[in-house]
């Protein structure tokens, strides 16, 4: 079993502000303090979610949101989003759970204050061009002896609109990338898009089966 409570970001406040978010970074902008008031204030009541949640001792710790960090600048990542996750990270490892963290888009510039300031286990999806901004062998070896990966098969170039063959390549490109010395998950970089043939699904899992032990 896992949880799934969410995390401050700029784009959680749409539904707080007429005009979206717009009008919420000129609120952050024109009524500081009022915007760190609210944001405290939704910050606590994310951060009691997370708290009934690992009360629960599922088998790991899942949170994050569609497009955590990647629809904010990383100013606004580290001053709103990062001091949330570094709490909730903190409360998993104190009760024995690893933490996951879900976040689709470009995560490139948010993956350092991930390993070096919380207690974060695994970073989810890492998503490739034109999606996401990751190269896969280029972050293991930033992090790889820190956080686990997972990903990052193309959801829509390859596994929605590729073939079979070509499934297999980039889940043989991904497991040489990511696999050595552990702490890796072959993975779509977000999901399985609805049309999805299921002879890629099976290439991939057939994939990992046959070429993904280590």
């Not at 204030?41 to 708290?51: D, F, G, I, P, V």
């Not at 990647?70 to 903190?90: D, E, G, I, N």
């Not at 963290?101 to 034109?130: F, I, Y």
Request: overall charge negative; proline content about 6%.
């Amino acid at each position: 079993m896992s949880v799934f409570p969410g995390t401050r970001q700029m784009h959680d406040l749409m539904g707080w502000f007429d005009g979206g978010l717009e009008a919420a970074v000129y609120a952050e902008a024109d009524c500081p303090d009022e915007f760190e008031e609210l944001v405290s204030w939704l910050s606590e009541q994310y951060l009691r979610m997370a708290e009934m949640a690992i009360e629960a001792r599922p088998d790991f710790f899942m949170l994050g949101a569609s497009g955590l960090g990647t629809l904010q600048s990383p100013r606004y990542f580290r001053r709103y989003t990062l001091p949330v996750l570094q709490k909730m990270t903190r409360m998993s490892k104190e009760a024995g759970l690893p933490s996951f963290l879900h976040s689709c888009g470009k995560q490139r510039e948010t993956l350092g204050m991930l390993a070096e300031e919380t207690d974060l286990d695994v970073v989810n999806p890492l998503e490739p061009p034109p999606m996401g901004d990751c190269d896969l062998a280029e972050i293991k070896a930033a992090y790889g002896d820190r956080l686990a990966m997972m990903g990052n098969i193309h959801t829509t170039d390859v596994m929605l609109l590729g073939s079979p063959e070509k499934v297999r390549e980039e889940c043989r490109k991904a497991i040489d990338a990511a696999a050595k010395g552990g702490g890796f998950i072959l993975s779509t970089g977000d999901q399985c898009g609805r049309d999805t043939p299921f002879e890629n699904i099976r290439a991939m899992i057939e994939t990992a089966r046959e070429y993904g032990r280590y």
